[in-house]
């Protein structure tokens, strides 16, 4: 934010990024998916498949309760129907470069929680198509075709369903091609694949993000995939590093201070849901309960999409008041959520001292009145 387009100039000393700006975008668009397309080779698609109809019910109930109480705090917040809808939606979906990111940092790519989150972030992005599908019908033209929406959310749930069930098909055939001697030509195949499987992606409106990490889904059970981790990590790093950088770059922080209270209502809401969705989930999955903590504390992250959905509103013409308030809330759950997933754990301890002396209080006071 101290060195983006909108920071100040000190008379003939300009250390604003403006004329870069677009290839920094788009270097950390790339980014995000080394940091997804990593995640994939870490995971266990075999894992994922059987974990199915928990992601299926875990994701309903996710995406439900945190659009529902995004919806109404728009509501309650006196903001007109459209402007609510964006809200409910920008207060939605987790973003994946952040999860991606706590899942590295803290190595919990092989917890049992792991497979939960990721199939959970899928389970947003076929949200995710169908939402803009909605929202964008109604924002830019006025109108909406369910047999449109309909349409676009079977593409994007065929699209991700069809990758993984070719992927395990095609595992000795992936194994025999991915069979090279020169690191160089490695490393050109392993790149082209990303980035076509990613924009094939886009093109159908699937996140390019979800793509990448499909396709690191499907390698990771390829016996090239210990050469490929070892070969992203430089790039996942440096270029994660830049996506982190070039978010900092689209927030105009002389703008946020209107939007304070609201962000910081927001977020706390969204902290609220988003730990009851994930203990409720993580029980019906059968994980303990300091993983389904870390479930919820992990998908608490809000990023790239939010920005995406808050910037089709300001196309749309609706309040100049959502960027700024996207930009905070974003921005204070981009913060907490990876402080709060490291400490899960020493959360959890202090949520159970609690209850277990408020039981005992209750024991006490039952016997007192016996």
Not at 140 to 160: N, Q, T
Not at 317 to 344: D, N, Q, T
Request: charged letters at 15%.
């Amino acid at each position: 934010m101290a060195v983006g387009p909108h920071a100040p100039q000190f008379g003939v000393f300009d250390f604003r990024f403006i004329e870069s700006g677009s290839l920094i975008s788009y270097m950390g668009r790339i980014g995000v998916l080394f940091l997804l397309f990593y995640l994939g080779l870490e995971s266990n698609v075999s894992r994922l498949i059987k974990a199915g109809r928990s992601i299926l019910k875990g994701g309903s109930l996710y995406i439900g309760i945190n659009f529902s109480i995004g919806f109404l705090f728009g509501y309650l917040t006196g903001f007109p129907l459209l402007e609510t809808l964006i809200i409910a939606g920008l207060t939605t979906v987790s973003s994946s470069a952040i999860v991606a990111k706590i899942l590295f940092d803290y190595r919990r790519t092989a917890n049992p929680e792991t497979g939960l989150i990721l199939g959970i972030t899928m389970f947003e992005d076929v949200f995710l198509a169908v939402y803009l599908s909605l929202i964008s019908g109604i924002i830019l033209s006025g109108a909406s075709s369910f047999a449109g929406v309909a349409s676009s959310g079977s593409i994007a749930l065929g699209f991700i369903i069809g990758i993984v069930l070719l992927g395990r098909w095609a595992t000795p055939l992936l194994n025999r091609l991915f069979r090279i001697s020169s690191s160089e030509t490695f490393v050109i195949v392993v790149f082209a694949c990303l980035f076509i499987l990613a924009g094939l992606g886009e093109t159908i409106h699937v996140a390019e993000s979800i793509g990448a990490l499909l396709l690191g889904l499907i390698l990771g059970e390829t016996e090239h995939s210990q050469r490929m981790e070892k070969l992203v990590v430089p790039f996942r790093d440096f270029f994660g590093a830049i996506f982190f950088f070039s978010f900092g770059l689209s927030i105009d922080p002389f703008t946020l201070g209107g939007a304070v209270w609201l962000a910081v209502g927001a977020a706390s809401v969204s902290l609220i849901a988003v730990t009851l969705t994930g203990l409720v989930v993580g029980k019906r999955s059968g994980l303990s309960p300091v993983a389904s903590l870390n479930s919820g504390f992990t998908l608490l992250a809000r990023g790239e999409f939010s920005i995406i959905i808050v910037n089709l509103a300001l196309a749309g013409g609706l309040m100049a008041l959502l960027h700024p308030f996207a930009a905070l809330y974003v921005l204070i759950l981009a913060s907490v959520s990876p402080l709060l997933a490291k400490e899960s754990e020493r959360i959890y301890g202090v949520y159970s001292r609690i209850a277990e002396r408020l039981k005992s209080s209750q024991e006490a006071t039952n016997e007192e009145d016996g």
